[in-house]
């Protein structure tokens, strides 16, 4: 019992001591670096992923509006550019049509999904440019639609 608060009054005064410190104090968009520990340099792999899944919680959560912003207008930079990449990237796949040897129809099919792929490109990189961020997932969801529609009726899968 006694050993006990032996080690606990030295903690205690350990926190005081760090709290006292104004730059160790924690801050809403993250932990102060504490250095070195004082007492136990612990090493569990397990505990370590536990702190990192609640640091994630903790910091999310309490993101600054501004900071939530500056996120979104990066994610929406981002989308904007592979939308328009993903729009070039057509008429490289369309370079590529008289290679595959593809029968009237087949030609016809690919064509039509590799430009309902563009449209849909063009319609997410507008969106993003107009920062219409609720209209996102629709068009995403479509890509990813016309992407396997494709690859149902083209690809086959490596054995
Ligand atoms: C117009 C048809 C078409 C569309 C649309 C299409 N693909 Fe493909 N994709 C193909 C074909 C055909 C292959 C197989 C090429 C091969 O194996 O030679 C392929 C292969 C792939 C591969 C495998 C590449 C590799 O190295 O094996 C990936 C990854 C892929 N497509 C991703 C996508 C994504 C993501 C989209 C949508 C954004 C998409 N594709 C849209 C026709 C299409």
Redesign the pocket.
């Known amino acids: 019992m006694n050993t006990r608060i032996f080690l606990f009054v030295p903690l205690v005064l350990l926190l005081l001591v760090g709290c006292s410190e104004p730059n160790r104090r924690p801050s809403l968009t993250g932990l102060p670096d504490t250095g070195e520990p004082a007492l136990h340099a612990l090493n569990d792999s397990r505990l370590r992923e536990l702190m990192d899944r609640m640091n994630n919680v903790m910091f999310d959560r309490f993101k600054t509006q501004p900071e939530l912003d500056q996120e979104r207008d990066i994610y929406a930079r981002k989308m904007a550019a592979t939308a328009t990449e993903?729009g070039s990237?057509?008429d490289t796949?369309l370079t590529r049509m008289p290679a595959?040897n593809l029968a009237e129809g087949e030609q016809t099919a690919?064509?039509g999904?590799?430009k309902?792929?563009r449209d849909e490109?063009n319609t997410l990189r507008d969106q993003t440019a107009h920062r219409q961020f609720d209209a996102i997932p629709a068009p995403l969801d479509q890509?990813?639609l016309?992407?396997s529609?494709?690859?149902q009726?083209?690809?086959?899968l490596?054995p």
């Open positions: 993903l990237a057509v796949i595959l690919f064509r999904l590799a309902k792929l490109a890509i990813t016309t992407c529609s494709c690859h009726l083209f690809r086959k490596k």
